[in-house]
Nanobody, 111 residues
């Protein structure tokens, strides 16, 4: 079994920064491909960022230049550094590894 746990969410003002963490544990051989998604209540869960096992990254167009995904492979931790945050970045952020999802961490950006 694989467990995924997100943390680091909170309330920040527009223009501020926040770093989310995704800890992966259990029957895991390496981090594999890890992705972050965001969901607003009543809306779909949308892709935000991804990092492959070999370190390649990709981002949703709305966050390019403001958000960076990175990893600490030795600790099985993935980070999502968010800068210049906007109110539209508000939502519950989920970490995904293959079929495993965490419970999400709330990010709220005030105007």
């Amino acid at each position: 079994q694989v467990e995924v746990v997100e943390s680091g969410g909170g309330l920040v003002q527009a223009g501020g920064s926040l770093r989310l963490s995704c800890a992966v544990s259990g029957a895991v051989f390496g981090l594999n491909t890890i992705a972050w998604y965001r969901q607003v209540p009543g809306q779909s869960r949308d892709f935000v960022a991804i990092i492959t096992k070999r370190g390649a990254t990709n981002y949703a167009g709305s966050v390019k230049g403001r958000i960076t995904i990175s990893r600490d492979s030795a600790r099985n931790v993935i980070y999502l550094q968010m800068n210049s945050l906007k109110p539209e970045d508000t939502g519950v952020y989920y970490c995904n590894r293959e079929e495993s999802w965490g419970q999400g961490t709330q990010v709220t950006v005030s105007s």
